[in-house]
């Protein structure tokens, strides 16, 4: 996920790991429908020096054929907390334009010298197919 973020280079990434959010709020993680902790925006702001934070979570997952998953994240300002883009999909395999995509992609990035055409051996990779996913998520993204 973070080097699909990164690859869009809308802004600089940076991650607050499970063991810095349990030290700083006693817990591992939130999610991006938790009611988060008074003063949690504020604190990484200071911290971290963020304008923003985003949350993604895996709502579901299907690793063999046909592969699917499910993706929601949310990006919110810190300063004026407001929610400035969400996405809640879920990508399937079985839809003929996201398994093309995937194709195309690999097709695109990994290929490499190779003279066959292995392309349907992205819809066989479950790290392929999500990173597939992560970037066609990303990809919504609102512009800086």
Known sequence: MVVALQNEQRFEVVVFTRE????????EEFSSVDALPHGFLEKLAA??????????????????????IGLRSKLATVRD????????????????????????????????????????????SPSRFAAFAAQAMFRTLPPR
């Open 47 to 68: 911290t971290y020096a963020v304008d923003a934070v985003i949350f993604v979570d895996l709502t579901a997952y299907q690793a063999y054929r046909p592969q699917a």
């Open 20 to 27: 810095e959010c349990s030290w700083a709020f006693g817990r």
């Open 81 to 124: 907390v407001r929610l400035v883009w969400s996405f809640d999909e879920i990508i399937s395999a079985t839809d003929p334009a996201v398994a093309n995509s995937v194709r195309r992609q690999y097709l695109k990035n990994d290929r490499g010298t190779q003279p066959l055409d292995l392309s349907p051996a992205a819809l066989q």
